[in-house]
Nanobody, 124 residues
Framework: QVQLVESGGGVVQAGDSLTLSCGGS????????MGWFRQEPGKDRRFVAT????????WYAGSVKGRFTITRDNSKNTLYLHMNDLKPEDTAVYFC?????????????????WGRGTQVTVSA
């Protein structure tokens, strides 16, 4: 059973930085592409960033490109999202997700396993 647990969320001010972590268990972490999604109240879950199983080919949503960086450490079974220059519109619950496949994906339906999310709140 694959389990994903996010951490690192919090309340920050606009312009601040924050790093989210996602710990994976249940086996196969290094074989799976991973992604981050976020969801605001009353809205659909939206793609943020994705990375292949070996850490190549990161891909970002246009709204975060140049500010967010997705990385992974397969030796620690951990995925990261480094967020810089945070804006109030980045406020959301952030979810970590894993695919059974090794290649990146940008659609939520391509991801097979999900964490419960961590709240990020950016005040103006």
């Amino acid at each position: 059973q694959v389990q994903l647990v996010e951490s690192g969320g919090g309340v920050v001010q606009a312009g601040d930085s924050l790093t989210l972590s996602c710990g994976g268990s249940g086996g196969g972490f290094g074989t799976r592409a991973m992604g981050w999604f976020r969801q605001e109240p009353g809205k659909d879950r939206r793609f943020v960033a994705t990375i292949s199983n070996l850490g190549a080919t990161p891909w970002y949503a246009g709204s975060v490109k140049g500010r967010f960086t997705i990385t992974r450490d397969n030796s620690k079974n951990t995925l990261y999202l480094h967020m810089n220059d945070l804006k109030p519109e980045d406020t959301a619950v952030y979810f970590c997700a894993a695919r059974r496949a090794a290649t990146i994906g940008v659609r939520a339906e391509l991801f097979d396993f999900w964490g419960r999310g961590t709240q990020v709140t950016v005040s103006a």
